[in-house]
């Protein structure tokens, strides 16, 4: 039987969930001539680490860091993915990249019911992730103002998506000024609280919480982060990333075969494992 073989790339990848949730969705669907592996390639040597799925019959891969931008220059990016800077899924038979964050983010968002349209979106950070969740919210009507601890990222963010994606409007804020808009969702991209720094959180100690907003914390790892328990406890409510992650990649998984996955299954394999790795 030939194996349809599609995977990740990325350095490191040894601690990526992405073979699990998608070799699951794989068996549930009686898939079983499709294989999805993650293949450590070094920064260094990305041109020629390519050669190794693409001259081996993979029918495309996800990209993780540190390639994500680097990797646009041996692929075709498509509109989303030259807007928002960064490639995540390539489809080989075409080589074409494009990126799934977005939709994935905005999916899940709605997923929890949560309004997008005519809303104030607060967005900490200015990285990949705060591009494509930017990027996201304002194509779904968001009123959006970033907040970074460096200014001079966010202006990069800035100034990157209104040449790229014609996006303007969007406001640079300092946390004081943050702390009294009125927006009714905060959205982390950063990655302070991530595990092991699970004590960390982007919103300061020294600063009001805002009463009664929603947080979404892109960090899955924990579970509850701090930033999200700092909502909870100002009666706010507040979501992990681990939806967002099974959502940018069944959109993957669906481009590759042209198949809708189980996308509750996926994220259920997601949390067991890494309920299982905390107890390990």
């Not at 080589?95 to 019911?113: E, Q, V």
């Not at 899955?220 to 990649?249: E, F, K, V």
Request: hydrophobic share 45%.
């Amino acid at each position: 039987m030939a194996i349809n073989r599609v995977g990740l790339i990325g350095f490191p990848v040894e601690h990526s969930l992405s073979p699990i949730m998608h070799n699951a969705a794989f068996k549930a669907l009686g898939m079983y001539d499709w294989l999805y592996d993650a293949m450590s390639i070094p920064p260094d040597i990305l041109r020629l680490g390519l050669r190794e799925p693409r001259d081996h019959g993979y029918i495309g891969i996800n990209v993780t860091v540190p390639h994500k931008e680097a990797i646009m220059a041996y692929v075709r990016p498509d509109e989303k993915a030259r807007a928002i800077g960064a490639v995540n899924t390539v489809d080989f038979r075409s080589n074409i990249g494009t990126n799934t964050d977005a939709d994935g983010f905005i999916d899940d968002l709605r997923a929890n019911d949560v309004s997008i349209a005519g809303e104030r979106v607060l967005v900490l950070g200015a990285g990949g992730a705060a591009r494509a969740a930017v990027y996201g919210l304002v194509g779904a009507g968001a009123e959006v103002a970033i907040v970074n601890r460096t200014r001079s990222r966010a202006e990069a963010l800035v100034e990157h998506l209104r040449v790229s994606a014609g996006i303007g409007g969007l406001r640079l804020m300092t946390p004081n000024e943050a702390a009294d808009w009125g927006m009714s969702l905060i959205v982390n991209c950063t990655s302070v609280g991530l595990h092991p720094q699970v004590h960390q959180s982007p919103w300061s100690q020294n600063l009001p919480f805002p009463a009664g907003r929603i947080v979404y914390d892109m960090v899955y790892r924990p579970a509850t982060t701090a930033l999200m328990r700092q909502c909870l406890a100002h009666n706010g409510r507040a979501i992990g990333g681990l939806g967002m992650l099974a959502r940018q990649g069944a959109i993957s998984f669906e481009l590759w075969t042209g198949v809708k996955p189980p996308i509750d299954l996926m994220r259920r394999v997601l949390q067991d494992a890494l309920e299982s790795a905390h107890k390990d």
